[in-house]
Nanobody, 124 residues
């Protein structure tokens, strides 16, 4: 069983930045592909960014390209989401997810473990 704990959410003005962190309890964190998803009120959960086990390959949704960066530190069992130039439409609960395997995974059903989520609110 893998426990995921997100942190770093909060309230920020449009144009500001936040960095989300997700700490994993897995002893073999490097065996897991990781992803960040978000869900806004009344909308479906969507993939924001994903990263393979080694961090050498990443994916970013079109809506966040050039603004968000996913990274990981396998020595610290942590994955990050650096969010710059935030917009009000980025307001959502952000979830960290882990999947056994090495590739970048784009479907939520591919992920085995989920965190509780952290709220990000961007004011205009």
């Amino acid at each position: 069983q893998v426990q995921l704990v997100e942190s770093g959410g909060g309230l920020v003005q449009a144009g500001g930045s936040l960095r989300l962190s997700c700490a994993a309890s897995a002893r073999t964190f490097s065996w897991y592909a990781m992803g960040w998803f978000r869900q806004a009120p009344g909308k479906e959960r969507e993939l924001v960014a994903a990263i393979r086990w080694s961090g050498g390959n990443t994916y970013n949704a079109d809506s966040v390209k050039g603004r968000f960066t996913i990274s990981r530190d396998n020595a610290r069992n942590t994955v990050y989401l650096q969010m710059n130039s935030l917009k009000p439409e980025d307001t959502a609960v952000y979830y960290c997810a882990a999947a056994v395997g090495f590739a970048v995974l784009l479907e939520s059903r591919s992920y085995d473990y989920w965190g509780q989520g952290t709220q990000v609110t961007v004011s205009s």
